[in-house]
């Protein structure tokens, strides 16, 4: 039999156009979070901190689209740290997480790490909203489909 050539090309996929430039980024963010003692995902759960407040596990697991499972180990390496507290709130089995003033103070440090990745982008101040205008209407549309439950956002 002859080989076919297949239809489905690497380069077409939005799937890997999306996957390959989120591993750009965060490449270029890895380097400079390490030498402020975070990872990129304790870096996005410090960012709905900094953004939110105090809040409690399933919320910042559900603003950054993960589940709680996901959530709770970062936020015990981000405790241990000394970045963020936790504490039981009325219902005892909700467990509330904020910032320490370590944690309060790091954003500062974070902020020259994120301009310094936007820099490297080359995208001035209009195309960068633009983009993430357009990947956000992307997920709430696939979203939208209900294909993907939320425990499975992993």
Known sequence: MGS?????????????????????VVRAYRPM???????????LVMLALWQ???APVHALA????????AV????????AAGFVTRARGVDRRVVFVGLTEAGIRLE?????AQQSVVCRTGLGEKDLGVLRQE????TDRIAATGVVPQDERT
Not at 72 to 79: G, I
């Open 108 to 112: 500062g440090e974070v902020s020259v």
């Open 72 to 79: 709770t180990p970062l936020v015990d390496k981000l405790e």
């Open 52 to 54: 939110d407040g105090a």
């Open 135 to 138: 990947l956000k209407d992307l």
């Open 33 to 43: 979070l390490a030498e402020l003692g975070l990872t990129y995902p304790q870096y």
């Open 62 to 69: 559900e603003r950054l689209q993960l589940g709680s499972n």
């Open 4 to 24: 076919k050539k297949s239809r489905l090309r690497l380069d077409d996929q939005l799937c890997f156009a999306l996957y390959a430039a989120t591993n750009a």
